[in-house]
């Protein structure tokens, strides 16, 4: 079959078969430098990942700084939850506070939850207000702090009438 072909045609093979191993050749050659470059790329990330690769301890204190936190349930349930949970924070704190007053439900502006907010009046000194603050957010069902008034007694100075408003989401 080759003995067929015109002379012209030989010499087009042989220039094609040339380009073709020139192309090869060339490929060969950049595979071992995308190679290393690929080893160097994956020799950083892992890197990375060792620098970030906590220990137990400071894994275990960097999750007790994050607050905890709870999917809203139903309304009902969402609220009796709630209202135990911070009345359970004000006993522990010591504040003797007025029954907790629910406030009208709204609708939460970035969600698609409606947000319950209570309203809590008390009276405690100065050290069990820092207390309840530095333990709301072990509240697992606290959204936020929507309002916080201390009033300072003149006479004493260490009393104090709190006033706060506190809120959650529920469905």
């Given at each position: 079959?080759?003995?067929?072909?015109?002379?012209?045609?030989?010499?087009?093979?042989?220039?094609?078969?040339i380009c073709?191993?020139?192309?090869?050749?060339?490929?060969?050659?950049?595979?071992?430098?995308?190679?290393?470059?690929?080893?160097?790329?994956?020799?950083?990330?892992?890197?990375?990942?060792?620098?970030?690769?906590?220990?137990?301890?400071?894994?275990?204190?960097?999750?007790?700084?994050?607050?905890?936190?709870?999917?809203?349930?139903?309304?009902?349930?969402?609220?009796?939850?709630?209202?135990?949970?911070?009345?359970?924070?004000?006993?522990?704190?010591?504040?003797?506070?007025?029954?907790?007053?629910?406030?009208?439900?709204?609708?939460?502006?970035?969600?698609?939850?409606?947000?319950?907010?209570?309203?809590?009046?008390?009276?405690?000194?100065?050290?069990?207000?820092?207390?309840?603050?530095?333990g709301l957010?072990?509240?697992?069902?606290?959204?936020?702090?929507?309002?916080?008034?201390?009033?300072?007694?003149?006479?004493?100075?260490?009393?104090?009438?709190?006033?706060?408003?506190?809120?959650?989401?529920?469905?």
């Amino acid at each position: 079959m080759i003995d067929r072909l015109s002379k012209r045609d030989k010499r087009a093979l042989v220039i094609g078969g040339i380009c073709a191993a020139a192309i090869i050749f060339i490929f060969v050659l950049k595979i071992p430098e995308c190679w290393a470059q690929a080893r160097k790329s994956l020799a950083s990330v892992r890197a990375k990942l060792k620098a970030i690769d906590a220990e137990q301890a400071k894994r275990a204190g960097l999750m007790s700084i994050v607050p905890a936190f709870e999917m809203p349930q139903v309304e009902e349930k969402q609220t009796f939850l709630f209202r135990d949970k911070l009345n359970e924070q004000l006993k522990k704190a010591g504040v003797s506070s007025k029954p907790l007053q629910a406030l009208p439900i709204a609708k939460a502006r970035q969600s698609g939850y409606k947000l319950l907010r209570l309203k809590c009046s008390g009276k405690c000194n100065f050290e069990q207000v820092l207390d309840l603050l530095a333990g709301l957010n072990e509240n697992p069902y606290l959204v936020g702090i929507e309002e916080f008034k201390i009033k300072c007694d003149p006479k004493n100075r260490q009393a104090v009438d709190l006033d706060f408003t506190v809120s959650t989401f529920v469905k």
